[in-house]
């Protein structure tokens, strides 16, 4: 399977990373192992978790996506086979942004011994904190990095002007890089990325693994009128998209599904794939049906009177 590079790193992933968030939430520890079994038996290795993953579920407070991914690395012993993208930020137990040393230092180990490995391949800031200032946040990274406990460092979720600015500062005062960018994006939720993130995206180098690939399920053609919102716990999540220029880009999927024998989530995983400087969109998956469906994406090859469709019938 094809691999990509993570922005200057040396992290080479396929074009599809599992999204750790279903983990201890819509997929108990047993479905979550049949998943991870699935995912790397078929040749994909890039798992995107964070710290503060599951803690929304009731009785939940964070971390059982880790520690679900830690019991199955040390089950499997396939840590080597495995890029491991975790987050850091979200600040535990009320949920605050929290980048500074003191936080980011003490978090890693709790993540490491979770996840049962002595390092994180891609450790990213889950939300910026304007309260710590970005030298802090950053040296921190560069302890870590030089500890040995994480590989590489991205961003989630920084406005456009703190994603420079860090970057920036990274470059000027030798502290470590930013390497990755994740984003929201998705066929329907392209402006935002398209026109404030992809310039810096291409101006730094930087991979984006991106989440919402699907666009919380309304991608996969599930949804198609209010009734259909019950069919899922993400269902509520999806009625904003059921407007005019969700249904037509609802049909443009059906009519390239059709085409290529395919499925609205493959095609629309595809289209993602094929766009400059994605490296590798999130999707998650709750049952080992689902994740084929979607990880048949990755093989799938969209001509460009396919792409030129959706992005069309996607236009902003």
Not at 24 to 39: H, K, N, P, V, Y
Not at 254 to 282: C, F, K, M
Not at 284 to 304: E, M
């Amino acid at each position: 399977m094809e691999k990509r590079i993570i922005g200057h790193s040396d992290l080479a992933v396929a074009p599809l990373a599992f999204g750790g968030n279903v983990f201890g939430w819509t997929a108990d520890e047993a479905t979550s192992f049949q998943l991870l079994d699935a995912f790397a038996d078929a040749g994909f290795n890039l798992i995107d978790t964070a710290d503060s993953y599951s803690h929304w579920v009731p009785g939940n407070k964070g971390g059982e996506s880790e520690t679900i991914i830690g019991k199955w690395l040390k089950k499997t012993g396939k840590r080597d086979q495995i890029i491991i993208s975790t987050k850091v930020g979200s600040g535990l137990p009320d949920n605050k942004k929290d980048l500074s040393a003191t936080y980011i230092l003490n978090a890693v180990d709790k993540s490491l011994e979770r996840l049962q490995t002595d390092y994180i391949d891609l450790y990213q800031s889950h939300y910026d904190d304007l309260n710590t200032p970005i030298e802090e946040t950053l040296e921190a990274f560069g302890q870590l990095i030089k500890a040995g406990k994480v590989r590489y460092i991205g961003a989630s979720n920084f406005t456009p002007e703190r994603l420079t600015k860090s970057l920036e500062i990274s470059q000027k005062e030798g502290y470590p890089v930013y390497q990755s960018l994740q984003p929201e994006y998705n066929l329907y939720d392209r402006e935002n990325y398209e026109t404030k993130y992809q310039p810096i995206v291409s101006q730094y180098g930087l991979g984006v693994i991106n989440y919402y690939s699907l666009a919380s399920g309304f991608l996969t053609g599930k949804y198609r009128s209010e009734t259909d919102l019950s069919k899922s716990p993400r269902g509520q999540g999806v009625k904003r998209y059921l407007n005019e220029r969700g249904m037509r880009i609802l049909k443009a999927l059906d009519e390239v599904a059709e085409e290529y024998r395919s499925t609205p989530a493959q095609v629309s995983l595809a289209w993602l794939i094929n766009q400059p400087g994605i490296t590798a969109p999130i999707a998650s998956a709750t049952s080992v049906t689902q994740f084929q469906d979607i990880a048949k994406a990755a093989d799938l090859t969209l001509d460009r009177a396919a792409l030129e469709k959706l992005t069309t019938a996607s236009s902003f």
